[in-house]
Structures are given as structure tokens and as C-alpha cells.
């Protein structure tokens, strides 16, 4: 598949109008292995991937940068704008005054000039120190998010990224933020697949007209927060059957069909091929009572704040 059957989706309060790719190959492995990071980005880009996800905790910032500088060397890509490639800030930089240098950071691991989206990573502030993760109640301060968005505002004025947004943010921080938002957040990139479905925040969003961009689509399996129920569950394998597809592709399908981008992790060349083939068919009236029917379970909840009781605000 080349990267012009990928389709895109329009984001709002980018500085160039930018459009993002629906699918982007998401970067984030525990341990982050650079050497597998750099094939895997080589390797999507020849399959037609254009959108690539990373962050400064991900660790894989410097292995992405390499596999694009490679990329052009290699023509594989005319210039970097073909490219979309999304970062974000750390609980540890989440202060007005450490935005800028974070990005700056950011960049050069990239060996970039500008990111198409900077996101602020999660709604939390943490304090300077060596602290275990998940994060102890003692190690958070308060999260400033007026002082960090406009400084935020002030890395997209500058240039230095084309789009800023949030991530696992919920309705009620949406709210607040776009109370004194000069510029809007383009996207809130959070959990989201047919076993979290989050229906309040998904129609939240397009009202205000921000994108989602879904995370851990497939459940996240593998990974030490991950689950098996997405890929495991008995209604998705059905209609996964009756389509003569795979569970992912449902999965990748479903989150498609309701507007979304998603951020889908996976080394493997056959199923990096295999998420990019679900544009080309559609979901039924009756695959759609199957999933509504799947139970609801939040995997988020074990991450880097979990204790937290109202960092969800009630929503999830």
C-alpha cells in the first residue's frame, strides 16, 4: 500500500492546516530497543506508513531520527515534510519554563527541525528527583496547565512544532483548557479500542472539534500494562471470521469508522502490512451490536499515576 491510499484527517488549530495520516506506527516498547525501532521504521516506510508516533520517555526519539535521516539518504522519502511525526512532553517537564527546552531536546535527539504535533504526554506534574514508576503520591505538584499550554502555544508560534494537543486528558480538562486556550488543541490522543470505548469523550471531541488519536487499539497485549481481552475477545474473533480478517483489523476498522487516528505499535512486517489493509471494506449494522455488547475495561488505570482518584475525573 503507498502512503497515498492512507487516509487523513484534518487538524484544526495547525499552523499549516496540517493533515495527520488516520495510522500512525506507534514507537513506545519496554525496553526501547533501538536497533529493532530504526528496521521497523524503515521497514513501515517502505509499506507506506507516513505517521510516526514517539515521546521523550519512549527512549526511541534518536532510533526514529536515524531511520529518516536514513530514509532520505536512501530515497525511500523525497523530504521530511511527507512525514508526520508526533511527540510529547514528560510528567518531568511539565512546567511553564521547561517546555521549550524539552521540545529543543526532543528535536535534536529527532535530528529534526520542527514536529507536526507536540503533545503534553499526561495531566500530571512531577518533582524533580530520581522517583520508581508508577509515580509515588509524594513525588506529584501541582500541574500548571495555563502556564504550560501557553508555553506550548509558544513552541507552535515559533515554528518548532505544527500542532500542539493533549494526551489522556478527559472531558472535564478538555473543558478547562479550551476555557483560556489561545490555540485550541488539534488532538487528544488517549486509550481507545472496542474494550474501551469511551463514548462521552469521543462525542466531547468532535464537537469541539479536536481529533482523537487512539492508543493501545489492540489492547496493548505484551506490554506491562497490556491486556488480552481486545485480541482475545469472543464477539471481535466472530466477526473477524465473518470478514476474513484479523481481530487487529476490526479493531483498527471499528476506531476508522468513528473519525479517529490511531497510534498502533508493532515490529512485525506482516502485521504492519496487515494494519494498513482495512480501507477497502466496512463494519455491518451487526458487527456493530456485537461490539456494543463487549464489556468495558480501562487499562490506563495503571499508568503513570494510578492512585490518583480524580485524574479521570469520574469519567472513566
Known sequence: ???????????????????????????????????????AVLEALKLGYRHFDTASIYGTEEALGEAISEALQLGLIGSRDELFITSKL??????????????QKSLQSLKLEYLDLYLIHWPITVKPGNWEFPYPEEALTSFDLKGVWTAMEECQK?????????????CKK???????????????????????????????????????????????????WGSNNVMDNQWLKEIAEAHGKSVAQVCLRWLYEQGLAVAVKSYNKDRMKQNLEIFDWSLTKDDYEKIDQIKQHHLSKNGPAKFISDLWDGEN
Open 90 to 103: 514528560w510528567c518531568t517537564d511539565n512546567y511553564p519554563h521547561l517546555v521549550l527546552p524539552a521540545l
Open 158 to 170: 515559533l515554528g518548532l512544532t505544527k500542532s500542539i494537543g493533549v494526551s489522556n486528558f478527559t
Open 1 to 39: 500500500m503507498s502512503s497515498s491510499k492512507v487516509p487523513n484527517v484534518v487538524l484544526q488549530s495547525s499552523s499549516n492546516h496540517g493533515n495527520m495520516p488516520v495510522i500512525g506506527l506507534g514507537t513506545a516498547s519496554v525496553p526501547p530497543i533501538s536497533d529493532a525501532t530504526k528496521e
Open 174 to 224: 478538555l473543558e478547562n483548557l479550551l476555557s483560556f486556550a489561545s490555540i485550541p488543541p488539534s488532538v487528544n490522543q488517549v486509550e481507545m479500542n472496542p474494550t474501551w470505548q469511551q463514548k462521552k469523550l469521543r462525542g466531547y471531541c468532535q464537537a469541539k472539534g479536536i481529533i482523537i488519536t487512539a492508543y493501545s487499539p489492540l489492547g496493548a497485549k505484551g506490554s506491562p
